[in-house]
């Protein structure tokens, strides 16, 4: 009865909400009228895909997965470190409704703020609204049940070093009150459309800024992690169905590889591939798949694996068959859950310099018009010990540059794993 008071509630909000908008939100979709009022029953949590998105609060963050194993929820982190609300929206088809959420958290602020110039931020607080409304519109035409949440508290003494900006910038504006701003916004947007907000910055600013980020004063530390983590936990078990006595969500859904058994990392159907605008291009043959950078800069091929690939260390070889044209290229292969788009410390590995080939000396890159064709045995590949579980190591991800002159391709024939 309490989940069906609870949505009952949320739709009344829905459509008081575009009735009192109407001026403001005329680049925003009427979510009553697009979306479907079945989309408002959510399901249960167990076994339910859970996707937190957003920035590096979230990208770099423990909390997702804490909170995915206390409701007993399956779990993507669709996250990326840097980037703002607008970019957010530019990645959700792939990292978000790709996934097939039923619950998704929404968590952005932290950059949209910083100043491109004086008093000019990376984006509007009106248009991080516009944004944040559209991230709602779109969370729930993917079927899932939209989370807003404000962003922590931060060690404001080190905001603008750490983020390489002045004082001067914010126009003689605390960046508290800037912070404020923005999550205020949040708050706004979940008044307006009746979709829940858990207040983190209000629960974080109960303790000592230091005591909640880590040291660089932005990203969160333990006990930032265990706030997220406990508020968002308790938030959905209070609110949806859940069964204690359901079967419990198994996080290995790796694949393991027997012996004779093959498996590609690096897939060659461009479309479970994602690429950032039109940084680069991506194009399919019978036997390879070529990527191309269109702006002679050193954009990037991201594919997070559905499943992981599991494979006994000792027993395993690495397939690589690669050729660079006039342009250079570097691999990092991503570990034990983690993925291409959020940097996880101790989780990947660069191996260029395990191909013998000839790399930069300067930035270590895979060089011009080279031919690679090598096995390696993952043994002496140096995969981080923390990802080595029971001799097993579990493949997740890769990530593929190409640096340098436009429109010249780096072919990829072959980057697998197989067992001996």
Not at 18 to 27: D, L, M, P, R
Request: aromatic share 10%; with cysteine; charged share 20%.
């Amino acid at each position: 009865m309490k989940r069906v008071i609870i949505f009952m509630l949320c739709f009344s909000l829905l459509f008081c909400s575009c009735a009192q908008e109407s001026e403001n939100s005329q680049t925003v979709s009427d979510l009553s009228e697009t979306v479907s009022e079945d989309v408002f029953t959510p399901a249960p949590l167990d076994n339910a895909m859970l996707v937190v998105f957003g920035d590096s609060i979230t990208a770099l963050g423990a909390w997702g997965k804490t909170v995915a194993q206390n409701c007993n929820m399956r779990y993507f982190n669709g996250a990326k470190g840097a980037i703002t609300s607008e970019e957010g929206l530019a990645r959700f088809d792939a990292f978000v409704a790709s996934r097939n959420p039923d619950y998704v958290t929404l968590c952005f602020g932290m950059n949209d703020l910083l100043m491109v110039s004086a008093n000019t931020p990376k984006v509007t607080p009106e248009q991080f609204k516009l944004n944040m409304k559209k991230l709602v519109e779109k969370t729930v035409e993917a079927g899932a049940v939209p989370i807003l949440l404000t962003t922590n508290s931060i060690d404001y003494a080190k905001f603008y070093s750490a983020q390489g900006q002045s004082e001067a910038m914010y126009g003689g504006r605390d960046i508290k009150e800037w912070l404020n701003t923005y999550n205020e916004m949040t708050r706004e947007v979940a008044a307006e459309t009746g979709y829940p907000l858990i207040d983190l910055f209000a629960e974080c600013s109960k303790h000592p800024e230091k005591q909640v980020v880590c040291s660089d004063g932005i990203h969160l530390g333990d006990l930032g992690n265990r706030i997220f983590a406990e508020q968002i936990s308790a938030f959905l078990l209070e609110n949806y169905v859940s069964d204690p006595d359901a079967p419990k969500v198994d996080y290995d859904t790796s694949v393991l590889l027997a012996s004779g058994e093959k498996a590609d990392i690096a897939p060659k159907q461009k479309n479970l591939w994602y690429i950032e605008g039109t940084t680069m291009t991506a194009q399919e043959t019978d036997t390879a798949i070529l990527f191309k950078n269109t702006n002679g800069l050193w954009p990037d091929a991201q594919c997070a694996l559905t499943n992981g690939i599991k494979v006994p260390v000792k027993d395993s070889v690495l397939k690589v068959k690669i050729s660079t044209a006039n342009v250079n290229a570097s691999i990092l292969l991503f570990f034990d859950g983690a993925f291409p788009h959020a940097y996880t410390e101790g989780q990947y590995l660069c191996i260029n310099s395990k191909l013998n080939c000839s790399t930069d000396s300067y930035t270590g890159d895979i060089t011009a018009n080279q031919s690679i064709d090598i096995e390696i045995p993952l043994s002496s590949l140096g995969i981080p010990s923390q990802n080595i579980h029971d001799g097993y190591v579990i493949f997740s991800g890769i990530k593929l540059y190409v640096a340098g002159n436009a429109y010249q391709p780096v072919t990829v024939e072959e980057i697998s794993v197989y067992v001996k």
